[in-house]
């Protein structure tokens, strides 16, 4: 599932031992991604909904190198953006515009612009004063753009963190299912503005299949009302939120969770030639990348161990934010603590339990608690996993921390596809001019 193994009592990123990488003097923290467990998640979303001949639009939300996206964008992915700043940035890559949806609840009037003058595949609309606004800036504009309406279906996974719930009644995402048919029949015939079809997006991880089909089933139903009064669309967008292997890596039964989508979605595909969008983020990228972090301190803390390391919240935000779950291991642990597979809770004798904190002056800076490891020792590298969606891209400078290098392995070959800031970015807009 992914390639950050252990072999020869190591952690390798394909085929670099990661500890290698600190020795030659790249400074800890750094996030390590390999461009072939990118490849391969690609390929495995798209075959296991291939009856669909689906659009995956790679959510750029959840990992935004330029480099990452070019290798999806040469296996034919599109992309799924939700701000002019993403938007500028794929333009930089290889990936066709046409292939591009825009999302987002608040778009600028210069954010719309951009990306009908792009020519970007859709604008997913998420409030009717915004569909108005894109029929005034492309009236404005005479140029043709398509778009599909994001409805609130009102599904709610309640195994979704609070936090990133997005399909329930009173989101602010998307426009009130009640409201959607009488918006699309009253606005089905504008000259430069195209309703071409329905998206929805549910929230993220969702843990089973059942909530795309009840969302899907609210979609097919608007499809089925609208053809009644003459009014055809012919694109579906399911969203995104699919799952990642956070806490082990057995092979997860994705057959089972796009089996009972895929049915619900096939005859629309085969008999009436819709398109199928996907959006995923991090079940293509949570898996590619790790952060290697380095030991500075250990403490005891009343009876408690405490492992002090140079990444933390400014990197990482996930435990802080949402108490996420990320698998943590030393990059060259004692042979005895060698991983053969990773899977919480680990089965090992003579673990020590830890509060894995970083440096940052905020109690909430930890990267995981009470968490059973093997002894660490200062100077040690530390792996944290599943760290390639939402990991670099919601990373700050809070406490004036410069942000980390980005690494990408692919095989034998190591590239730098970003490099570390240094302290001068960190004044760099910090300029005093009278208004
Ligand atoms: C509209 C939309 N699509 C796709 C995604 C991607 O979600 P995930 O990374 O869980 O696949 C998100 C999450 O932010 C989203 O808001
Ligand atoms: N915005 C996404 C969720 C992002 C969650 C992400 N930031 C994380 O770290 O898990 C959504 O609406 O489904």
Known sequence: MDLFQYKNGVLYCEDIPVNSLPEKGLPTPFYLYSANTLRQHYKKIYSIFEKLQPMICFSVKSSNNVHLLNELAALGAGMDIVSGGELFVVKQSNADLSKVVFAGVGKSDEEITDAIVSEVGFINIESEQELARVQELAGELKRE???????????????????????????????????????????????????????????????????????IQKMVELVEHLKRKNIRLDVLNIGGGFPANYMDNDNFSWESFAGPITELLEPYVKNEGFKIILEPGRSISANTGIMVTKVLYVKQSGDKHIVILDGGMTELIRPAMYNAFHFIWPVKPQPEHVLANRNYPVQQEGLITYDVVGPICESSDYLAKERPLPALRQGDYIAVFTVGAYGMVMASNYNLHVRPAEIMIDKDKIYIIRERETQEDLVRTMIKHEL
């Open 145 to 215: 753009v398509n778009v599909l309406i994001r409805i609130l279906p009102d599904v709610l996974d309640e195994k979704t963190n609070e936090k990133t719930r997005t399909g329930h009644k009173g989101a602010k995402f998307g426009i009130d299912y009640a409201h959607v048919e009488a918006l699309i029949e009253e606005n089905a015939d504008h000259p430069y503005v195209k309703i071409r079809g329905l998206h929805s997006h549910i929230g993220s991880p969702i843990s089973s299949y059942t909530f795309y089909v009840a969302a």
